[in-house]
């Protein structure tokens, strides 16, 4: 069984700085892609940052410059550091992966439970 555990939202002013984490665990064989989505209140899921599955790293727009996204390949992890944060990135954040578990000649994408970021202005 794999899963991916998000940990690092909450509450935060405006200007204000948090750092996400997302663990993958389980039996995993390997790990493709990893990134971060996020879905505001009456909004669609749309894409915050991620690595593709060459090792590039994508940005939304509205993120670059104040949110970078790095990983642990040896922790299974991938961080999403944020920095200047405005109340538009009030959401709750998504960890996804694409994962080959052991024993399984496919890849499956993986989502998180979310973690709520709040930032007040």
């Known amino acids: 069984q794999v899963q991916l555990v998000e940990s690092g939202g909450g509450l935060v002013q405006a200007g204000g700085s948090l750092r996400l984490a997302c663990a993958a665990s389980g039996s995993i064989f390997s790990i493709n892609a990893m990134g971060w989505y996020r879905q505001a209140p009456g909004k669609q899921r749309e894409l915050v940052a991620a690595?593709?599955?060459?090792?590039?790293?994508n940005y939304a727009d509205s993120v670059k410059g104040r949110f970078n996204i790095s990983r642990d390949d040896a922790k299974n992890t991938v961080y999403l550091q944020m920095i200047s944060l405005k109340p538009e990135d009030t959401a709750v954040y998504y960890c996804?992966?694409?994962?080959?578990?052991?024993?399984?000649?496919?890849?499956?994408?993986?989502w998180g439970q979310g973690t709520q970021v709040t930032v007040s202005s």
């Open positions: 996804n992966a694409d994962i080959q578990p052991r024993g399984l000649h496919q890849v499956l994408r993986y």
């Open positions: 690595f593709t599955s060459g090792g590039r790293k």
